[in-house]
């Protein structure tokens, strides 16, 4: 499903990511571990289009997607949950939900009552604005919003941070 090829990434003139290689099959689960600094965070974000590459092939479903830009790449079925969550405070729940279905239309009742089964406080918060959640309440929220885009590849970097 997912290959990296000899991928390199640089913040300016310091490359982060070496000649990466990876390879990820359907229906596979792969977690990275390295510590503060390693990479993992430009992998994930090089992954989704939001990070340049400087050089190698990043290839979805076989396709090289390495030129393709981040929005390009989630209609392709790719979607991070970044660190630090990134969910739009100002506005509800619901309406981030909303914002995660936005490839289909918003996104259907169903798909929404799926996200409150996994996290039935969201649910119960969903006309509440975002920002009043708590850091695990927001974590859910943004696992969430990444799953109304009905993702084939889901990226999480740092998924259990402030949940209890």
């Not at 990511?17 to 977690?31: F, M, N, P, S, T």
């Not at 309440?137 to 009905?150: F, P």
């Amino acid at each position: 499903m997912l290959e990296i090829r000899v991928l390199h990434s640089a913040y300016g003139r310091i490359e982060v990511l070496h000649g990466v290689e990876l390879r990820v099959d359907a229906g596979e689960i792969v977690c990275l571990i390295g510590g503060n600094g390693a990479g993992k965070t430009t992998l994930m974000r090089a992954i989704s289009g939001v990070q340049p590459i400087s050089g190698g092939n990043i290839l979805f479903e076989g396709q090289d997607i390495s030129k393709f830009a981040a929005e390009a790449r989630v209609r392709l079925g790719i979607a991070q949950v970044p660190e630090g969550r990134q969910i739009f405070g100002g506005i509800t729940v619901e309406d981030n939900l909303n914002l995660g279905g936005w490839l289909h239309g918003g996104g259907t009742a169903k798909e929404r009552d799926d996200i409150y089964a996994m996290f039935p406080i969201l649910h119960d918060k969903r006309g509440l604005a975002a920002a009043g959640l708590s850091g695990g309440q927001q974590q859910m929220l943004a696992i969430g919003r990444a799953l109304m885009s009905r993702p084939r590849l889901l990226l999480l970097d740092e998924p259990s941070m402030g949940l209890a």
